[in-house]
Nanobody, 122 residues
Framework: QVQLVESGGGLVQAGGSLRLSCAASGIDFSINTGAWYRQAPGNQRELVAF????????NYGASVKGRFTISRDNAKNTVYLQMNELKRDDTAVYYCAAATSLVLLQTGSGNWGQGTQVTVSS
């Protein structure tokens, strides 16, 4: 059974930092693209960042570029999202996802976690 379990969310003041973790099991994580998405109430789900299987490439949404960093540890089957300089607009449920291609994730396919709430207060 495939499971992706996020952790590290919570309440933080604007300007603060959080580090999200996503532990995968039941899949060969090392051949999967890992990604973080987020969805705020009333908004569509948006891609925050993704990282290719061997960390050879990363990419970020325009709103988080320069503030967030995605990384992975294939030995631990884990992908991370370091979030710095948090803003109120970053408030959302953050979802971890993994699939053999980003195209699959963009269509909602692949494997997804249950989400972790991040709330940024002013």
């Amino acid at each position: 059974q495939v499971q992706l379990v996020e952790s590290g969310g919570g309440l933080v003041q604007a300007g603060g930092s959080l580090r999200l973790s996503c532990a995968a099991s039941g899949i060969d994580f090392s051949i999967n693209t890992g990604a973080w998405y987020r969805q705020a109430p009333g908004n569509q789900r948006e891609l925050v960042a993704f990282i290719t299987p061997r960390s050879s490439a990363t990419n970020y949404g325009a709103s988080v570029k320069g503030r967030f960093t995605i990384s992975r540890d294939n030995a631990k089957n884990t992908v991370y999202l370091q979030m710095n300089e948090l803003k109120r607009d970053d408030t959302a449920v953050y979802y971890c996802a993994a699939a053999t291609s980003l195209v699959l994730l963009q269509t909602g396919s692949g494997n997804w976690g249950q989400g972790t709430q991040v709330t940024v207060s002013s």
